[in-house]
Each structure stands twice: as structure tokens, then as C-alpha cells.
């Protein structure tokens, strides 16, 4: 007689449940394992990120500084060229001034030496400042210094008006004189003659004064001094 052993029931259900379990504690690990490994990567993965966000940032910051960098050597390099054209700019005109130039002034053609536009406008300030000495004075000494000067016939003219301001009415004339004989054509004609009428005027010889507001009326009609010189005429008795 063969004895054989047979398990009760309940002993395969034990042995299943022990295997069930064993296999879900390894499936466990193996998970745990999985995700330790996915969180190491995950964290590499940041971490990289990290950096690379760290390297953009540098960059970043370099490039700033180096726009910074450019733009101020960029500005330095326009003041540089501005500074150096402006250099040119005063040597040229301080050349100029040293060299003689032919210019034009009121229709009148001619060669200005160094110095002699400066001495012109120098006379000039001191007529219209009121120093009426001194402004005889400096037309005087440029008339005889630049006898071929453009600006000549604005001196005898500003000369001429200066003397009749101080009173020197025979000398106001005689430069006046000058201005018309040498130069018919200028426009300061038809004003110097006015002023000359009135220095005859001032000095007594009305008929003189008379004489000379008709012609200038006559023969510039249309200028500012015959228009002046209407009234001066109709009240000379």
C-alpha cells in the first residue's frame, strides 16, 4: 500500500499567497530602483538645465558689458572726429585770417588782407557804441592803412557820418565828397548825400543844402534817404 501525501487545501493557498507576495516585493524594488534612477536623472537633467540657464546668464551679462564697452568707444571715437573737425575747422579759419582773400562787399571787389576785415568792424563797433572819438580815429587809420580796400567806401561812408556826429561838418563833407567821386555807382551814395545836405544844412549854407536834397531827389526817388530828405527840403526857408 502506497501512502500519499496530499495537501490540504488551505496549504496551496498559503503557498500561492507567499509567491504572490515575493513577486510583489521584488516588483517593489525593482520600481524603487526606477525611480531613484528617474530622480538621479531628473535632478542631472535640472541640474544641467541649471547650468546652461547659469551660462546664458553670463553671457548675458558679458554682452551687456561689452555693448557697454562699444557703445563708450564708439562715443569716443564721434567726440574724437567731432573734436578733430573742429580742429580743422579754427586752423582753416585762423589760415584764413592770416591769408589774403579775395571777397565782395556791397558790389565792391577787392583783395582783404590779415587783420583788415577785423580793423573795419573794430571802427565800426565804436561808432555804433557811441564813441565817436574813437571811431574817427579808427576809420582815419584805416583809410590811410588800406587805401585799396573793398571795405574802403564803407569807411569814407561811416567816416563821413562820424565826423557830423562830432560836429566836423567840413570834414564830414570832404570825406562824403570822396565816397561819391570815387565811387558813383555805390549804394551808400544816395545816404551820403543826404548827410552832406545836412551838414550844409548845420553850417549855415541852405542853398548848398538845398541843391543837394533836389538832386537826390531827382535822381534816386525810390531810395530811403529821398524819402527823408522831402521833409528837410520843404522846411528850408
Given at each position: 500500500?502506497?501512502?500519499?501525501?496530499?495537501?490540504?487545501?488551505?496549504?496551496?493557498?498559503?503557498?500561492?499567497?507567499?509567491?504572490?507576495?515575493?513577486?510583489?516585493?521584488?516588483?517593489?524594488?525593482?520600481?524603487?530602483?526606477?525611480?531613484?534612477?528617474?530622480?538621479?536623472?531628473?535632478?542631472?537633467?535640472?541640474?544641467?538645465?541649471?547650468?546652461?540657464?547659469?551660462?546664458?546668464?553670463?553671457?548675458?551679462?558679458?554682452?551687456?558689458?561689452?555693448?557697454?564697452?562699444?557703445?563708450?568707444?564708439?562715443?569716443?571715437?564721434?567726440?574724437?572726429?567731432?573734436?578733430?573737425?573742429?580742429?580743422?575747422?579754427?586752423?582753416?579759419?585762423?589760415?584764413?585770417?592770416?591769408?589774403?582773400?579775395?571777397?565782395?562787399?556791397?558790389?565792391?571787389?577787392?583783395?582783404?588782407?590779415?587783420?583788415?576785415?577785423?580793423?573795419?568792424?573794430?571802427?565800426?563797433?565804436?561808432?555804433?557804441?557811441?564813441?565817436?572819438?574813437?571811431?574817427?580815429?579808427?576809420?582815419?587809420?584805416?583809410?590811410?592803412?588800406?587805401?585799396?580796400?573793398?571795405?574802403?567806401?564803407?569807411?569814407?561812408?561811416?567816416?563821413g557820418n562820424t565826423k557830423y556826429v562830432l560836429k566836423d561838418y567840413n570834414?564830414?563833407?570832404?570825406?562824403?565828397?570822396?565816397?561819391?567821386?570815387?565811387?558813383?555807382?555805390?549804394?551808400?551814395?544816395?545816404?551820403?548825400?543826404?548827410?552832406?545836405?545836412?551838414?550844409?544844412?548845420?553850417?549855415?549854407?541852405?542853398?548848398?543844402?538845398?541843391?543837394?536834397?533836389?538832386?537826390?531827389?531827382?535822381?534816386?526817388?525810390?531810395?530811403?534817404?529821398?524819402?527823408?530828405?522831402?521833409?528837410?527840403?520843404?522846411?528850408?526857408?
Amino acid at each position: 500500500m502506497i501512502f500519499r501525501f496530499k495537501p490540504a487545501p488551505y496549504v496551496f493557498g498559503a503557498l500561492l499567497l507567499l509567491s504572490q507576495n515575493t513577486w510583489a516585493l521584488f516588483s517593489d524594488d525593482e520600481a524603487r530602483k526606477a525611480i531613484l534612477e528617474l530622480r538621479k536623472s531628473v535632478s542631472a537633467s535640472q541640474a544641467a538645465i541649471l547650468d546652461l540657464q547659469n551660462q546664458i546668464d553670463k553671457l548675458k551679462s558679458e554682452n551687456a558689458q561689452l555693448r557697454g564697452q562699444i557703445e563708450t568707444l564708439q562715443k569716443q571715437s564721434d567726440d574724437l572726429s567731432s573734436n578733430q573737425k573742429t580742429y580743422y575747422q579754427d586752423l582753416d579759419a585762423r589760415l584764413a585770417r592770416l591769408e589774403p582773400q579775395t571777397v565782395e562787399v556791397e558790389g565792391v571787389t577787392g583783395i582783404v588782407q590779415a587783420g583788415e576785415k577785423t580793423a573795419y568792424d573794430d571802427a565800426l563797433k565804436s561808432f555804433q557804441a557811441g564813441q565817436g572819438k574813437k571811431a574817427d580815429s579808427d576809420f582815419t587809420t584805416f583809410i590811410r592803412k588800406y587805401p585799396s580796400s573793398p571795405y574802403l567806401p564803407l569807411a569814407l561812408y561811416w567816416s563821413g557820418n562820424t565826423k557830423y556826429v562830432l560836429k566836423d561838418y567840413n570834414a564830414a563833407i570832404t570825406q562824403l565828397q570822396s565816397l561819391i567821386t570815387r565811387y558813383p555807382g555805390h549804394q551808400r551814395v544816395p545816404a551820403a548825400i543826404l548827410t552832406m545836405a545836412n551838414a550844409n544844412l548845420e553850417s549855415g549854407k541852405k542853398a548848398v543844402a538845398k541843391k543837394l536834397l533836389t538832386d537826390l531827389i531827382t535822381k534816386y526817388p525810390d531810395s530811403d534817404a529821398a524819402k527823408e530828405a522831402k521833409p528837410i527840403l520843404a522846411s528850408i526857408k
